[in-house]
């Protein structure tokens, strides 16, 4: 029972720090499609590509 606890405590730090790396990521985001739009467009169609074959590897995991 120790063990449980302490990966749910590990995984409420992580929550955190992913927490506030959300807002930073927001932040970066947003200046981006200030300052240059076309270019964080492309940028963003990359990552969203790369999220997708995240997911689905993620997916496979999970069955």
Known sequence: MKKKKN???IINQIEKIRSKNNVNWMN?????????P????KIMKKVNYDDKKISKLLSELSK
């Open 7 to 9: 990966y749910l405590k």
């Open 28 to 36: 970066i985001l947003k200046l981006a499609f200030k300052l240059d």
């Open 38 to 41: 076309t270019n964080a467009s």
